[in-house]
Structure formats: C-alpha cells, structure tokens
C-alpha cells in the first residue's frame, strides 16, 4: 500500500492546475494520467483562449499545457505517473491503479478526481461508416499527429467545439464544406462563427445529418432541415459530397469513478448528465473526495483550471491547516470562476449548479 | 494523409520506422499511435463488426469507443488509438472478439 | 444574421464605427465584437490603453477613437480573430485593411489576393501591403491589403491566389 497526502486522478486542465496549486504549497501529491503524457484536451488546442487575461486568456491551449507542467515538474513535490490508469476507488479509501502492468494500491488523504468527459454520439443511417469521427479524434488527428482526417468534412454542431475545429481543419488544409446545427441558433461564440463564415464555411441552423453513404467509408452525406422541436421536415434533403463527418455534438461527464467510491449524484441537462452533488469547494458527498473540471459538470478549460486550483487548494488546506494566505487565494480563485459564469454564456451553468451545489455546515 | 505545413503547429516527429499492416510494410514515424499511422497511409479500416462484418474505423481516438481494437503482435483487443507504433511491430485485424488465451 | 450564420450584417458592424470626421483622419481599430463572453486580452494589448477597461469581462469592448492610432497592437491579440484595423487616410479610391492571418501560405508584400466578404464570398482584388511576422506573436501575423474604398466595410478576409493562379 502506498500512502501520499493527496492523489490527483487526471492530468488534463482540471489536473494540471490542482497539481500546480498543491505542489505552490509544497504538498506531496501523486497525479496520476492513463495516457502517455499530460494535458488533456489542452494538448489540442491550437487557439488562443478566452477569458481573463489574469487567468492566461490569450495563451495558445497547448502552450498553457507545457507551462503548468514545465512548473510542476520544477517543484518536484509531484509524482506524475503517466500511462497509468486509476481501475477503482473504493469505499475504504483504496485507489488501485494498472501501471507498469503491476496492479498499485494507494491510499491517499485527498483524492481529486478530474476525469474529463467523453464525447456525445449522434444517430443517423450508417453511424459507423469509417470516415465518421467524434470532434476530439479529429483534434487528436490533425493537432497531435499532423495526420489530415480527411479533404471535405462536413460538420455536426456549432458549439464552440464545431466552430474552433472547423477553424483548425481550415488550418490544417481541409474544406469544410458544410456546418449544420440542430438548434434555430449558433450555440457556441459568434466570433468563433464569424471566423469561419468568412473563410467560407456556410453555416446552417435547423438543420441536421440524415445519413452517410460510401463504399466502406463515407462518400457522401445527406441533410435536412428540423423543425423547432427536432423533427426531419420531409423533402428538405439535400446532398453532399464529403468524405469526412465531424460529430461535435456535445460531452458528457465520465465520473464513474466518484459514483463507485459511493458519491450522491444527481441529473443536470444543464450539466450534460449525472454529476456528483459538491460544495463550493468542488468537495463530494464522500469526505475528502473532490471533484472537479468537466467530470463534475461541462463547460470548457479554463473553468476546468480554477475548479482544479480550488478543489487542490481546499484539499491542502484540510489536511495542513497552517497554510499561508489561505483565504486570501480561495477568494481570488472564486471570484474569478464566479466572473467567468457571470455573463450570459455562464447562464446555463449557473442553472445547472444550483441543483449541484450542495451548502454543507462549514 | 500528413500535414507537412501547419501554420500554428509545429510536428515533432521521431524517426522513420517500418511495421507491419496485414503482412504489408507501413513506414511511420516513431511515437506515432498504430491507428494514426494507419490513417496517415490511408488506411481506414481497423477492425469490423461483429455480426454484420461493417467496416469500423477511429471514432474518438482516444481509448474510449472501442472502435479501433486489432491484434497487436499476437495480443488481441489492443486500442490502436493509444498505442504507439514500434518497428517490426505485426498488426492485424481482428476476427471477431479475439481469443485471450 | 449572426446567431443563425456567423454574419454580421450592415447596422450590426457599423455601430463599431468612429465619427465621419475622425474616420477620415487615420487608421482605427474596428472590434466586431457583438456578443458578451468571457474575454479581456483586448484591453491589454492596447499600449496606450486605447480599448476601455471592463469592469466585467463579459462586457463587450469599446475602443476609445480619440487615442486609437491604428497600431494594429489589438489585432493579432484577440482570441475570436474579431479585430480590424480600416485606414481612409490614404490616397482618394484606395483603403488599407488590417487583419489577423493564421493560415498558409503567407503572403508576401506586393502580392495579389482575393478580398473575401463575411460570408466568404469573393469581392475584388487586393494588394499586400504589410505583412507582420507572426513568428513574434505567437504565430499570429498581421496582414495589410490595399483595396478599393468601396470595399473598406465588407471585405473581412483573403483568400492567397498561389503560384498556380488558384
């Protein structure tokens, strides 16, 4: 059994920044990451982030990334164990985890889970044609391996996640030919439609993918329009030749871990599916479990980086109590994620975490 | 295929090795994954389904979906996405759910 | 309409606009910004604080046109690529456009492009004029069209015309 003050499951955004925050403190903690390096989905981000310039808004993804780990691994108080996957956390405690083809058990004071999401799937005729990608694959594809997807790609969805790869998949030497949405409006930032509007990407609303066709791998594709409440409007079909499709159709959290480890959950549309219930400092309803990032609830990086912040600084706290300038950090730290959901972007979220959030008696 | 240029990114790409698709020599890079090597050589189909033998392909590309499972030297059910090439390397694709032992 | 295809339409994008008079004193910073997100980066990349301090981040940006002098400081710092410098004070019939360019090939100063609209539609030809070394920002370079006056509010990207005339 190995002990540790605090174990970080997930080096992605969310990770990352706990990560950094505990190691700021000298904390030892162990972070734990099933692929080969870290970052997550930052790796991928060739664009330069929103948000507060205070909060790194205006550094490239990728570049945010390198930096957190550049300064974690200088601190030395962090183990990063990469290509190792978390397989359990149980009741007692125990996290066991495959690594080196060895099964670890580990029993740390804190555990922090940031497991990401996973990406949503979209019914239509002949879904699992080769040619067929969710927008992370795409992502993983062009900005990690500088493999092209594909030529002429149509894409599923307007959501910052559609609009930023179309944008990427231009970059990259591909045509979007096509972006449709189902929803009567753009989803995701008008900059981020503007962007690929005028390099010639025709966007169109109520509109969404009937099937794909090909010899074993996509050939073409078929649309049609919806109606306000989804519904194919019949003979609005229209043809197109591509041999790409995008599905950018949304994310949902992947926090099985936290429900094995007995963590209440409860079901936020809002949230992008079951999420565990947590206080203000991403706490679960299992003591000294955390949760955090997109696992406990959908919104994008840099929310991810100060739940993360959070969750670690509250975590340390808990188990050294001395520390400096507690409370003067985690104002800084709330203040800023509260700024970030306070425009109308944030209005969904705020809805979803008033059925997350739980007030525990301090 | 590759991305030679990118405006943004640069590639940091390891040394050229050779493994083995099927029987057939693909040239990749090293610390590629086996799935993006084969996408990069055109190569789409990774595995099939299990009733109807459809052609599958990457879908998440990131160990998630299942939809990339080949056997690996020998090894059956290894996701391409997330496993690196490695020279002399034998791929195949699998025939159904792959016998573990 | 925006919300529906990512186009600003004419009333939209000319409320971005300066007085008449100042229009034609020199090169100004146009934010086609119409949303409230998330997003500062604006503000501080002004070097003399030309865009207005937000007292929310959500706020849409202001550019204040009595200090801006169309440095293009702005530009290739936005995040949504939402910044464009227009410059009226050159020679009668000719206007210099100012953008952010993050794609290949780059073109060189003296070559032809394509002005596109904001639905990507083909507009006339332009001229570079300036081309900004993305490699010092980051990979975002700036890139200076001359084109006909007519065309100042519409043309909102290029479309490079390679070696083969494509």
């Keep these: 059994m190995i002990y540790t003050d605090l174990m970080i499951i997930g080096g992605g955004p969310a990770g990352l920044s706990a990560a950094k925050t505990v190691s700021d403190y000298g904390v030892k903690s162990i972070l734990v990451e099933k692929d080969r390096k870290l970052g997550g989905q930052l790796v991928k981000q060739t664009h330069r982030f929103f948000g507060s310039k205070k909060e790194k808004a205006g550094m490239r993804g990728f570049t945010i990334a390198q930096n957190i780990e550049n300064e974690i691994r200088k601190s030395g108080s962090s183990e990063i164990w990469t290509d190792s996957t978390v397989l359990g956390l149980y009741e007692d405690g125990v996290v066991t985890v495959l690594r080196n083809g060895r099964m670890e058990k580990i029993k740390p004071k804190k555990i922090i889970a940031a497991t990401g999401a996973f990406e949503r799937y979209l019914a239509f005729e002949n879904n699992d044609l080769p040619g067929v990608f969710g927008a992370g694959a795409v992502q993983t594809l062009m900005n990690v391996f500088g493999v092209l997807p594909g030529k002429k790609v149509l894409m599923v969805g307007s959501g910052n996640i559609g609009l930023i790869v179309s944008y990427q998949l231009i970059q990259a030497g591909a045509k979007v030919v096509q972006l449709v949405e189902a929803a009567p409006e753009i989803g995701g930032y008008l900059v981020h439609a503007s962007k690929i509007a005028r390099l010639g990407v025709p966007i169109l609303t109520s509109a969404t993918l009937k099937g794909v066709y090909g010899n074993g791998k996509v050939e073409k594709a078929v649309i049609h329009r919806v109606d306000e409440r989804f519904n194919p409007i019949d003979g609005t079909e229209e043809e197109i030749e591509v041999d790409t499709v995008c599905l950018a159709v949304g994310l949902t959290p992947l926090n099985e871990l936290v429900r094995m480890a007995g963590c209440e959950m409860v079901y936020s549309g809002e949230l992008g599916g079951y999420v565990p219930l947590r206080d203000d400092f991403m706490q679960t309803s299992v003591n000294g479990l955390y949760c955090c990032g997109d696992a406990s609830g959908i919104e994008e990086a840099t929310s991810a980086m100060l739940s993360g912040s959070i969750a670690a600084l509250h975590a340390c706290y808990s188990v050294f109590p001395d520390i400096q300038d507690y409370q003067e950090q985690m104002q800084r730290l709330q203040s800023a994620l509260t700024e970030l959901r306070a425009g109308p972007f944030g209005e969904k979220i705020r809805k979803g975490l008033s059925r997350a959030v739980v007030i525990k008696n301090a | ?101 | 309409m925006l919300k529906k295809n990512g186009v600003a339409c004419k009333e939209e994008y000319m409320e971005k606009l300066p007085s008449d008079i100042r229009k034609e004193k020199g090169p100004f910073a146009m934010i086609e910004c119409f949303q409230r997100i998330p997003c500062d980066p604006c503000v501080y990349s002004c070097p003399i604080k030309a865009i207005m301090h937000m007292s929310d981040i959500n706020d849409i940006p202001r550019v204040d046109f009595d200090k801006c002098n169309g440095c293009a400081s702005c530009v290739v710092k936005c995040p949504g690529l939402a910044i464009f410098v227009v410059d009226l004070s050159k020679s009668s019939g000719k206007a210099v456009l100012k953008m952010a360019y993050e794609l290949l090939p780059v073109p060189a100063v003296g070559d032809e492009v394509i002005a596109l609209s904001r639905e990507g539609k083909e507009l006339c030809k332009a001229k570079v004029v300036e081309v900004r070394d993305g490699k010092i920002n980051d990979k975002t370079y700036l890139l200076g069209i001359e084109l006909d006056r007519e065309y100042i509010y519409e043309a909102r990207a290029v479309r490079v015309v390679d070696s083969d005339g494509k």
């Design chain 2, 1 to 101: 295929m590759r991305i030679e240029n990118h405006p943004v990114l640069e590639y940091k790409r390891g040394k050229k090795i050779t493994f083995f698709f099927n029987g057939m020599p693909v040239e990749c890079f090293e610390g590629e994954t086996i799935a993006a090597a084969l996408y990069a050589a055109n190569i789409l189909d990774l595995s099939s389904s299990r009733r109807l033998h459809r052609p599958r392909g990457l879908f998440c590309a990131i160990g998630n979906c299942s939809s990339c499972l080949m056997e690996v030297d020998g090894v059956v059910n290894v996701k391409t996405c997330v496993t690196p090439a490695r020279h002399g390397m034998h791929v195949c694709v699998q025939e159904g759910k792959g016998d573990l032992l």
